[in-house]
């Protein structure tokens, strides 16, 4: 396929507004989804997992809510802050001939929160 | 606990040469998974290794290779360095072979740009 940089969704909010952004996942097999926050500079890291026999889990200012009727993931954030500021992945388990697992990444949202 | 650790963190290279990258998990995880990162394709998955042995690969050239140690250290190389392998390389480890309640944990990777 053609080759060009991601053109990554955008979300800008404020400081103190709630964040939402929503991932459309592929398979309908998958079993186990995990959000996660990329810094500039740094690699991602993980925020809140969820299996499919949940339909929400909440962790610390965020939410996470599936939807497998339609294959759907949102992550909620709470009071957003400027330390938000990121791009999120959502990420779906796929487990391989052998035993193993890869993630199945989606292709980010860009949050920017503004002070 | 400290995290995962790559090293080094950037890398130029000129084509044709080959690299090898390191990369050691978080202590007590058997599981090291390897991710490129592209602005084009995004986070893709390359191999997983446990317990020495690889267990999976993606959709990437045999050009790309990895091994993993008996303490869990892992390293990645790549041979005929093309211009297209520039990018942010991802190695990720955890404690099973499942990411159920053991999410991969990312390093902060490193960047390599083919010249």
Redesign the interface.
């Known amino acids: 396929g053609e ?4 053109h990554l969704p955008t979300l800008s909010v404020q400081e103190g507004d709630n964040s939402i952004i929503n991932c459309a996942y592929s398979n309908s097999a998958s079993d ?1 989804f ?1 959000w ?1 926050k990329q810094e500039s ?6 925020i809140i ?1 969820i ?1 499919s026999n949940m339909d929400k889990r909440q962790g610390q200012r965020v939410t996470v809510l599936l939807n497998k009727t339609v294959k759907h993931l949102s992550l909620q954030i709470a009071a957003t802050q400027p330390g938000d500021s990121a791009v999120y ?1 959502c990420a779906e ?1 796929n487990f ?13 949202t860009k949050l920017t929160v503004n002070p | 606990k400290a995290g ?1 650790t790559q090293t080094p963190r950037y890398l130029i290279k000129t084509r044709g040469q080959q690299v090898t990258l390191s990369c050691s998990p978080i202590s007590g995880h058997r599981s090291v ?1 390897w991710y490129q990162q592209t ?5 893709q ?1 390359l191999f ?1 290794y ?1 317990s020495e042995t690889q ?2 690969k ?1 959709n990437f050239p045999g050009r790309f290779s990895g091994r993993q140690f008996s303490n869990s250290r892992s390293e990645m190389n790549v041979s005929t360095l093309e211009l ?1 392998d520039s990018a942010l390389y ?1 190695c ?1 480890s955890k404690q099973g ?4 309640n053991s ?7 490193t960047r390599l740009t083919v010249t």
Request: no cysteine; hydrophobic share 30%.
């Open positions: 080759s060009v940089g991601l186990y995990i996660y500079g740094k690699g991602p890291q993980f997992d299996r992945f388990s391989l001939q052998g035993g193993s697992e890869k993630l199945v990444f989606g292709k980010g | 995962v998974s602005p084009g394709q995004g986070l998955f997983e446990f267990r999976n993606g297209g991802l990720a072979a499942s990411s159920y999410p991969l944990h990312f390093g902060n990777g």
